[in-house]
């Protein structure tokens, strides 16, 4: 209603019918009443017909016909108030199902597990809470998803596309396409805008999600295969400077005395040292014992030419282990770093570091064993024969001129042990030969040393692979130790013509080696020890029962052995 309208025109229509009920009948009959007793009169006889035709045909028509548009006027306003309330209510319902949407879709990215998660969730709820036909959503990366059908090459007329950035961190992450059979209006517009800045936040957190994970798979894998100090700390180091994008990174170790040395470091120019002083930084970090970022000046003291540093503790129960150290020449370069996830992938580089120094350790421990093995068969065995073999030569040689055929025979015998110690030590040699496990993997490397076997010692070899053999690296060290020691003892003791060797997978993998030999009684020799592998059938069952396996021999004089070593699958 307009401004110029009277007070009376605003009137709402039930005070409007509320007057018409109660006021306008008394006020008739009092206008009727002053007109008959005050107006009709003066007009004399003659004028009394046409005063009534007047005032009955006219003006009662009249006030009847302006009562009734005053009516109608506020059932008018009224019905105007109503379609604008059903309008109002309308755009409220649309308002709060868009609303709904919005709100479910923002709860579902939150709980969507990974990318594709993601991506599904998105493009279907943008889709439903803008109303689209049809929408298309892709990544940086090549991964795409499609709701309510394929978007066309070419848009028809009828439709209508719009095309939406998804940006992470400010960076691009990807692209959102919404058709419409209708041009969107502008609140539908600044809705899907909305909604493409939260899809963009929730890729970018899939995606870091993502990376993540392949970083920690990355670190576990080097914790896994890399035994070698210099390179597992390359490996591990360089997962992480990768991760938030360090051109220079150093790794310093605590010693046994509990002194803090560089142990290997990468500058920014790329080239690696394995030694060097300890930067003031990195003692620092060592002292606090949390990530710190460095000032320019201790950046540049660690890494010549940087501008910003990150340093991470590696701690273990025992206290600290050393300090990883990252640097960059932006002078920002971490200040946006994901300081728990490195500090995550720290605590897995000490892992890593106690395990190689452990299996460092024990490789020392086997090294002094297997010399002191060496040196008791060289004196029990070797040395003894070779010293019976000459005093035999020294026997032969007083014989020679008094009894020649003597003299024959203790040459011959000499000859007969000079011929079983060289075989003897071609086995030790072949059993101490180093295998590249690490190389070749398991398989491979049994292949190899099965075939090399039987062709060192004139045994039929036999080997059959069946099912998928999945172990650890030590257990795959520790089952092909068993396989060197059976076969080692085949070559010894059995005098087999015949092996079969037998490596299956499963639930299990389990190895069954079989000759077809002399045979023995285990009980009486289960703490034997093997003349090259130095490992007793107790060692051995202890070696593979301590890894949650099982391992048995099977023999008797005469009927050949059996030997079975079952570890579980990785």
């Known amino acids: 209603m307009s401004a110029s309208e009277s007070p009376l025109s605003r009137t709402p229509l039930s005070t409007r019918v509320r007057f018409a009920r109660n006021f306008l009948p008394a006020l008739i009959v009092l206008v009727v009443v002053l007109y008959e007793t005050v107006v009709v009169p003066r007009f004399g006889p003659q004028g009394e017909l046409p005063a009534h035709l007047a005032f009955y045909g006219l003006l009662g028509p009249l006030v009847t016909f302006f009562t009734i548009e005053w009516i109608a006027e506020g059932m008018r306003a009224r019905e105007e108030a109503e ?49 689209a036909t049809a929408a298309r959503l892709s990544v940086v990366g090549g991964l795409e998803r499609r709701a309510h059908g394929a978007l066309l090459p070419a848009v028809p007329a009828t439709l209508h596309a719009l095309e939406l950035p998804l940006l992470g961190g400010g960076a691009p992450v990807g692209h959102m396409t919404l058709q419409f059979g209708a041009a969107p209006e502008a609140d539908t517009v ?95 970090v060592a002292e606090v014992g949390q990530p710190l970022t460095a000032s320019p000046d201790e950046a540049g003291a660690t890494f010549t030419g940087a501008q910003s540093a990150l340093g991470l503790p590696m701690r273990s129960e025992e206290g600290l282990v050393g300090v990883i150290v990252l640097g960059d020449a932006r002078a920002d370069a971490f200040e946006d770093a994901r300081i728990p996830l490195l500090a995550l992938l720290a605590s897995q580089a000490t892992l890593a570091v106690r395990n190689a120094r452990a299996y460092l350790y024990s490789e020392e421990l086997a090294i002094g064993e297997e010399r002191t093995r060496i040196a008791r068969e060289i004196h029990d065995g070797v040395a003894q024969s070779l010293a019976f073999c000459a005093i035999k030569l020294d026997v032969a040689e007083r014989q020679i001129a008094q009894n020649p055929e003597r003299a024959q025979e203790e040459v011959r015998t000499a000859r007969t042990i000079l011929r079983e110690q060289i075989r003897e030590v071609r086995r030790s040699i072949f059993a101490l030969r180093p295998i590249d496990l690490e190389r070749f993997g398991l398989l491979e490397t049994v292949r190899r040393y099965v075939q090399d076997f039987g062709e060192q010692h004139g045994v039929r070899t036999h080997l059959e692979v069946r099912g998928e053999v999945n172990l650890a690296p030590g257990d795959e060290a520790v089952m092909f130790r068993i396989l060197q020691e059976s076969l080692n003892n085949v070559a010894k ?75 579980p699958q990785a």
């Open 493 to 567: 003791h059995a005098r087999a013509r015949e092996v079969r060797v037998d490596l299956a997978g499963g639930g299990v993998v389990r190895l069954t080696v079989v000759d077809d030999g002399a045979g023995f009684d285990p009980a009486a020799l289960t703490g034997r020890v093997s003349s090259a592998g130095g490992l007793g059938l107790t060692q051995m069952r202890e070696r593979v029962e301590s890894r949650g396996g099982g391992y048995s021999v099977t023999s008797a004089p005469g009927a050949g052995t059996r030997v079975v070593a079952e570890l």
């Open 190 to 284: 600044a809705l899907a805008q909305a909604l493409a800045a939260e899809i963009g936040t929730a890729l970018e957190s899939a995606q870091n999600r993502t990376r993540d994970l392949v970083t920690l798979y990355q670190v576990d894998q080097s914790i896994r295969a890399e035994r070698n100090m210099s390179r597992l700390l390359e490996r591990l180091t360089g997962t992480m400077a990768e991760r938030v994008g360090a051109a220079a990174r150093a790794a310093y170790l605590r010693d046994e005395d509990g002194v803090l040395r560089l142990v290997w470091a990468r500058d920014l120019m790329g080239r690696t040292s394995l030694g060097g002083a300890v930067s003031a930084f990195a003692r620092r």
């Open 83 to 131: 379609r604008a309330l059903r309008h109002l209510y309308g755009e409220l319902s649309a308002s709060h199902e868009q609303l709904e949407a919005v709100q479910n879709l923002l709860r579902a990215l939150a709980d969507a597990e990974d990318l594709e998660a993601v991506m599904d969730v998105a493009v279907n709820g943008a889709r439903g809470a803008t109303g």
